[in-house]
Nanobody, 117 residues
C-alpha cells in the first residue's frame, strides 16, 4: 500500500504556470510508475502524464510541449510542471502510483487546478 500526498494546486491566469508535487510513502515496489490523471467537471478522468522509475515518460496529446513530468526516486516524489496553462486545463488533478499503470494502483486525494482570468 502506498500513501500519496499532493500539493501545488491553485488558481492561475491563462498562460501561467504551476507545479504539482506528489510524495509517496509505503511500498517502493508500488511506485515503479507514477503520474497524474485529471478530471474536469462532467468529464471522465483522463491520463495527463506518467513516468517510470527509469524515466520513461508518457503524455496526453493536449499537454505535450506544455507540461513536464519528472521524479526524484530518492524522495519517492513525482512532479508535474505545467506551463502555458489554458482554461481547459481546469480540473482536479490526481496523483497515482503503481507497479504498472494498472497494477496495485494507489491514488492521491486530488488537488484543484483552476485556470481563469
Amino acid at each position: 500500500q502506498v500513501q500519496l500526498v499532493e500539493s501545488g494546486g491553485g488558481l492561475v491566469q491563462p498562460g501561467g504556470s504551476l507545479r504539482l508535487s506528489c510524495a509517496a510513502s509505503g511500498s517502493i515496489f508500488s511506485t515503479n510508475t507514477m503520474g497524474w490523471y485529471r478530471q474536469a467537471l462532467g468529464n471522465q478522468r483522463e491520463l495527463v502524464a506518467a513516468i517510470t522509475r527509469g524515466g520513461i515518460t508518457n503524455y496526453e496529446d493536449s499537454v505535450k510541449g506544455r507540461f513536464t513530468i519528472s521524479r526524484d526516486n530518492a524522495k519517492n516524489t513525482v512532479y508535474l510542471q505545467m506551463s502555458s496553462l489554458k482554461p481547459e486545463d481546469t480540473a482536479v488533478y490526481y496523483c497515482f502510483s503503481g507497479v504498472t499503470m494498472t497494477t496495485r494502483v494507489s491514488w492521491g486525494q486530488g488537488t484543484q487546478v483552476t485556470v481563469s482570468s
